[in-house]
């Protein structure tokens, strides 16, 4: 269990900080530590309530989840998607405070982390602030693009540039799954991410696959032409800051192709 959890940190929560800036080994040390509770938990749960309490801070180390907001008339607006390696709201540290839930959109394994003692390693590491910094800046980027798109672009845009920004995130450290996710949303999901009805989805979604965009295996997502898809958003990923530190520029040096060629997407499994 051990040597599971230790290659779950270094994949999720370590490299993620380490896309932002580059850490010691005695940081990475104290922040593996961070990791001792974790929790499995189901497609639905709630991982955090949307209370305004301050709560122990969770780091999603496999899966994805959505921070949300609840409405005055009931519905729900996802303000937010979490790739593993996020923190849940490390702001909450210093200002005892919340306004979201956390919700978990697939299958997801978590970290409990208490506030005190992550605290307490943001104290004795430099590197460590510097690194959760710029991630909460690259959250509140992608907040602010959602915002943009939300107001500025019609409805196929906004669709076409979130999947974008989704491919982007999960293949930020494997170029081999750069156009191919597993698509963990149903479609009242992506309605409450873009502001649009499941039937508006619907139809937004089975054009980008008559264009030839995308198509679909089981919950298998399948870029057909990213160039293309990335045409009709507008897409450019520059605003979610990856390879802000000397290893993620490496990183996300190894995932660009040759130029005037796209990497051939890996064949989805079958569907059991």
């Not at 004795?124 to 107001?151: C, G, P, T």
């Not at 990335?230 to 990856?242: G, K």
């Amino acid at each position: 269990m051990y040597g599971r959890l230790e290659a779950c940190v270094k994949m999720a929560v370590i490299a993620k900080l380490r896309e932002y800036h580059s850490l010691s080994e005695a940081a990475v040390g104290d922040v593996e530590d961070l990791i001792r509770s974790v929790v499995k938990v189901e497609r639905g749960a709630e991982i955090l309530g949307a209370a305004h309490e301050p709560d122990p801070v969770r780091a999603l180390l496999e899966g994805w989840a959505c921070r949300y907001v609840i409405l005055p008339n009931g519905d729900r607006q996802i303000i937010g998607m979490m790739t593993a390696g996020d923190f849940s709201d490390t702001r909450a540290i210093r200002l005892a405070v919340r306004n979201f839930g956390i919700m978990a959109m697939t299958d997801a394994t978590i970290a409990v982390i208490s506030p005190v003692q992550f605290k307490s390693v943001l104290d004795q590491h430099r590197d460590v602030v510097l690194a959760v910094a710029k991630a909460q800046l690259a959250d509140e980027s992608i907040m602010q693009m959602w915002i943009a798109n939300m107001a500025r672009k019609s409805a196929r845009q906004r669709m076409a540039h979130l999947l974008c920004e989704m491919v982007s995130r999960v293949s930020r450290s494997n170029a081999s799954l750069r156009l191919v996710i597993k698509l963990p949303f149903v479609q009242t999901d992506l309605a409450d991410v873009l502001g649009m009805s499941p039937v508006h989805v619907n139809r937004i979604l089975q054009s980008l696959r008559t264009d030839g965009l995308i198509h679909f295996r089981s919950k298998w997502l399948e870029v057909s032409d990213y160039a293309g898809l990335a045409a009709v958003a507008e897409f450019d990923p520059s605003y979610l800051y990856y390879g802000q530190s000397a290893d993620g520029a490496k990183a996300a040096a190894r995932q660009k192709a040759p130029s005037g060629k796209t990497p051939a997407p890996p064949r989805p499994p079958e569907a059991g």
